[in-house]
T-cell receptor, first 112, second 112 residues
Framework: DTGVSQDPRHKITKRGQNVTFRCDPISEHNRLYWYRQTLGQGPEFLTYFQNEAQLEKSRLLSDRFSAERPKGSFSTLEIQRTEQGDSAMYLC??????????FGPGTRLTVT | LAKTTQPISMDSYEGQEVNITCSHNNIATNDYITWYQQFPSQGPRFIIQGYKTKVTNEVASLFIPADRKSSTLSLPRVSLSDTAVYYCLVGPEDTGRRALTFGSGTRLQVQP
């Protein structure tokens, strides 16, 4: 069990470009969460999957954001037409059931 | 969701006991208190959860008075590696099954 992994760890992009992040949850964890964290703030919930079904989306998840978990294993988060306000740490977490969420190291996005 | 209030920052020295208090005046009857810890450049990790009185594990102790309107996370004999942000969360017990709401947390700085 290697924990939750995220790729890339850092991404620098120019405003207007599209970016995609990947999250590999802990094996057999059926729940997967995406959060966003800006400097000095706690993580903010974006969206949640149970297996391949996206069950909940925050109002923070604008139309430019889309998330998928096609086979109920890894997940991707895509941001289209990035804006400077999208600069943040994007965290992924997974959980097997009732227990706590296990967070990955995050992907730090910088939009220039 | 019950609102939580905790100090923005705290300073301590190695070997001291650190107590971080969280206020949650509007806690509901079925709410639990959960603490997460976040090291720099990492995702948060669960450290302890409780409902009432005292809970202790290998990392910390959690003290909850009878009225449950506040709670105190106690870290015994801190070391430099305990420098982190500590988040107090209030909600249902099953933190693995729902989106988590983080506040700004308490930034603990441990000095040598």
């Amino acid at each position: 069990d290697t924990g939750v992994s995220q790729d890339p760890r850092h991404k620098i992009t120019k405003r207007g470009q599209n970016v995609t992040f990947r999250c590999d949850p802990i094996s057999e964890h059926n729940r997967l969460y995406w959060y966003r964290q800006t400097l000095g703030q706690g993580p903010e919930f974006l969206t949640y999957f149970q297996n391949e079904a996206q069950l909940e989306k925050s109002r923070l998840l604008s139309d430019r954001f889309s998330a998928e978990r096609p086979k109920g294993s890894f997940s991707t988060l895509e941001i289209q037409r990035t804006e400077q306000g999208d600069s943040a740490m994007y965290l992924c977490a997974s959980s097997p059931d009732r227990t706590e969420q296990y967070f990955g190291p995050g992907t730090r996005l910088t939009v220039t | 969701l019950a609102k939580t209030t905790q100090p923005i920052s705290m300073d301590s020295y190695e070997g001291q006991e650190v107590n971080i208090t969280c206020s949650h005046n509007n806690i509901a009857t079925n709410d639990y208190i959960t603490w997460y810890q976040q090291f720099p450049s990492q995702g948060p990790r669960f450290i302890i959860q409780g409902y009432k009185t005292k809970v202790t594990n290998e990392v910390a102790s959690l003290f909850i008075p009878a009225d449950r309107k506040s709670s105190t996370l106690s870290l015994p004999r801190v070391s430099l590696s305990d420098t982190a942000v500590y988040y107090c969360l209030v909600g249902p017990e099953d933190t693995g099954r729902r989106a988590l709401t983080f506040g700004s947390g308490t930034r603990l700085q441990v000095q040598p």
